[in-house]
Nanobody, 128 residues
Framework: QVQLVESGGGLVQAGASLRLSCAASGRTFSSCAAGWFRQAPGKEREFVATIDWSGGVTYYADSAKGRFTISRDTAKNMVYLQMNSLKPEDTAVYYC?????????????????????WGQGTQVTVSS
């Protein structure tokens, strides 16, 4: 079992930066890919970024490329999302998630159905 707790959200102005943190517990987390998703009001939840179990492989949604960076500290069981140059359209609840893929070939996924563990979310609001 894996438990995830996000923190670091808040209200910022456009152009500002925020770093979201995700604290994980559970023995299997070190073997899991981790991801960040977000859900804006009235919209479906969408993929933002993912990172493999080692931290060596990452992938981003087009909306996040060049502005967001996902990372993890395997020793501390932490996952981070550094968000720079924030825009009002980044306003959403951000969720941390973990996926046990059980494969040495497929090490990341953008499919939220493959993420079996989710945090409660943290609100990010970007004002114009």
């Amino acid at each position: 079992q894996v438990q995830l707790v996000e923190s670091g959200g808040g209200l910022v102005q456009a152009g500002a930066s925020l770093r979201l943190s995700c604290a994980a517990s559970g023995r299997t987390f070190s073997s899991c890919a981790a991801g960040w998703f977000r859900q804006a009001p009235g919209k479906e939840r969408e993929f933002v970024a993912t990172i493999d179990w080692s931290g060596g492989v990452t992938y981003y949604a087009d909306s996040a490329k060049g502005r967001f960076t996902i990372s993890r500290d395997t020793a501390k069981n932490m996952v981070y999302l550094q968000m720079n140059s924030l825009k009002p359209e980044d306003t959403a609840v951000y969720y941390c998630a973990a996926a046990y893929l059980g494969s040495s070939i497929v090490v990341i996924t953008t499919n939220e159905d493959e993420y079996g563990y989710w945090g409660q979310g943290t609100q990010v609001t970007v004002s114009s």
